[in-house]
């Protein structure tokens, strides 16, 4: 019988907060949720934005709240883009002169160049004819709205982070944020199962792209700078496993990442999933850090039409300003979607071992599919993979949960803000719910909050759905007014406010959560409630089983809601240990049957059998 993946533990940040404790998803629906409920959010987002959390008031929670979720972006000064103009200078009367250091001097000089010595140091130079010269200059940026992480929140400060591309700045914060919301202690986990029965699948769609790796390796000759030792290492998209594997948890387990555009969240996830359920694996570790409000990667999105522009902002609402807060309005009328930077990562545990241990049981992974768009005439274009995966998803959930419980699920769709999208996927969603028999579907999309983050989006679907099963309210999509007239409604509800589904959402059983992405990398990914999920253990393990679990599980619950509380005040563990414990080829002891490595309590377990015996 296959594992059950089981989510034990989730972290990260987004623009809407911490993901452990819930706190991305509280600020989402605040307005629903009671003052008492909210004060640990209120406290938390202050320590992280360098705001005075002692006294939580009115003007403390409204910088807060401007702080945060979609706004005018913070990483750039969209008033202020750096920008060279290239320029033709041509003489007057007199030939063009300047005087130069001798060390700026070009390795060529051009032909219509004469130097002559001011000293050993300068010359001036004379230009016969036409100069062609680059202008330094800032403009004005036609896009200022993005998801950047809480303002004020200085990754910097975190650790010592010098020289590391923010898209991994964001991965050790994030990673950690996961560790610590477990309840247990990394280092005992891995006393109870072999070195590699750990799997990391992280990364990021786009790679890193910022000043210290890509974006400064390939801009460096052009801007007169140079290329580090460290820029093409971080700049690759599976740099946030290797730094997870290598600096956070002390691995030797399977890793990599599985990139599929807009949807490589998911793509990681089902990597984990896989694991898991094979038994490869234990204990599997998923996720992605993107870090893409950078104004040639945002540059790359617009000329392609697909970001929401503050001139068609201001049209949609005819208003000479531009509402940030509201560039992302999925399945209305929108013009783009908005740019945002987030990491998110989940712990997956086999079941049987999360029993024994007595970790916080969040959900469960039933399976993610995924399907390509076949031959279509734009790649960047949508296309019909997307309906497979659907479907396969709402099978699978109807063969679970029964014809009835099949409608008490809900939808966390792609929900970008674009003309296309809203027209696509509505299509897809009312298709499938109408083949289903699915009456009214709770669809929501919560990229109207916190933004478009590339390849963590569909981790930011999944820690908000998983929060609807600790306060019971699904996020509604609150920055639009109305329902286009293209949007295909029939069998939908599409929510333009929160909806309360039960405490602890136990109204639904089952979450479907939807990617898209560029080139037909489509992905759909049902994940059971932790209500649904302890029925399924109970039914698999018995009521004994289950109930001397619960008993453990009381400790673990203190034990991670203490750490949550000491991260509100801002005492956070930060794992990240460079150089500690490094193992070299004297830490390591082979035989026949097994590698033994320093500083691990067990062995690998090497093949003693053929597993294809039956074809010899």
Not at 167 to 186: F, I, M, P, R
Not at 256 to 267: I, P, V
Not at 308 to 331: G, H, M, Y
Request: aromatic share 6%.
């Amino acid at each position: 019988m296959a594992k059950l993946p089981l989510i034990v533990g989730l972290g990260g940040i987004n623009a809407a907060g911490r993901s452990s404790g819930f706190h991305s998803y509280k600020r989402l629906v605040c307005d629903a949720l009671q003052d008492d409920v909210m004060a640990s959010t209120w406290q938390d987002l202050a320590q992280r934005m360098g705001l005075d959390s002692s006294d939580i008031n009115a003007d403390i929670i409204a910088q807060i709240k401007a702080g945060t979720l979609v706004r005018h972006a913070t990483t750039f000064d969209p008033k202020a883009v750096p920008f060279q103009r290239k320029a033709k200078l041509t003489a007057g009367a007199e030939p063009i002169t300047f005087q130069l250091k001798k060390s700026k001097l070009p390795h060529t000089i051009p032909a219509n160049w004469s130097l002559t010595d001011i000293d050993n140091k300068t010359v001036t130079v004379t230009v016969e004819g036409d100069f062609d010269v680059l202008i330094n200059d800032a403009i004005d940026y036609p896009v200022s709205s993005a998801g950047n992480i809480p303002t004020g929140f200085d990754l910097d400060k975190l650790y010592n982070s010098r020289s590391h591309p923010r898209g991994l700045k964001l991965t050790v914060y994030g990673a950690s944020d996961a560790l610590n919301s477990l309840g247990v202690d990394w280092d005992s986990i891995l006393t109870l199962i072999n070195p590699d029965e750990v799997s990391v699948y992280a990364g990021s769609a786009l790679g890193q792209v910022d000043e210290n790796s890509f974006g400064g390796m390939l801009s460096a000759y052009f801007k007169g700078g140079r290329v580090s030792t460290k820029m093409m290492a971080m700049a690759l998209a599976e740099m946030p496993a290797d730094f997870i594997n290598s600096y956070v948890i002390n691995s030797a387990g399977t890793t990599g990442t599985n990139m599929g555009a807009c949807a490589s969240f998911l793509y990681n996830l089902r990597q984990g999933m896989l694991d898991i359920q094979s038994g490869k694996s234990k204990v599997a570790i998923v996720g992605n850090a993107e870090a893409p409000v950078e104004t040639g990667v945002m540059e790359g999105f617009r000329v392609m039409g697909a970001l929401a522009e503050d001139d068609q902002l201001k049209a949609l609402d005819n208003s000479d300003s531009v509402d940030n807060r509201r560039a992302c309005r999925p399945f209305s009328s929108n013009a783009g979607f908005t740019m945002a930077e987030s990491a998110q990562f989940v712990v997956l545990m086999d079941d049987e071992l999360a029993l024994e241990l007595g970790v916080t049981i969040y959900g469960s992974v039933a399976d993610v599919f995924i399907n390509a768009d076949a031959n279509k005439k734009s790649i960047s274009a949508p296309g019909i993979g997307n309906y497979v995966t659907v479907a396969k998803a709402t099978a699978l959930a109807k063969a679970i949960l029964g014809e009835g419980g099949l409608q008490h699920t809900f939808v966390q769709a792609h929900g970008t803000g674009t003309p296309q999208n809203r027209v696509t996927e509505s299509h897809i969603l009312s298709e499938v719910a109408a083949s289903f028999n699915i009456t009214n579907w709770p669809v929501t999309a919560i990229k109207s909050y916190v933004g478009h983050s590339m390849g963590a989006a569909a981790g930011d679907q999944l820690v908000a759905s998983l929060g609807v099963w600790q306060h019971g309210w699904i996020p509604g999509i609150k920055t639009i007014d109305h329902i286009a007239d293209d949007v295909h409604q029939a069998n939908l509800n599409i929510l333009t406010d929160h909806q309360f589904v039960g405490d602890k959402g136990q109204e639904m059983k089952a979450v479907l959560l939807n990617a898209k992405g560029f080139g037909g990398n489509n992905a759909t990914g049902l994940v059971l409630s932790p209500q649904q999920t302890l029925m399924m253990l109970k039914a698999k393990y018995g009521a004994s089983v289950v109930n001397t679990y619960q008993e453990k599980n009381s400790q673990i619950q203190q034990t991670a809601a203490t750490a949550d509380r000491n991260a509100c005040a801002g005492d956070e563990n930060i794992r990240y240990a460079f150089g500690n414990a490094v193992i070299d080829e004297a830490g390591v002891n082979i035989s026949t049957e097994e590698v033994r490595l320093q500083g691990f309590a067990n062995a690998i377990k090497l093949a003693q059998s053929n597993p294809y015996q039956d074809y010899s």
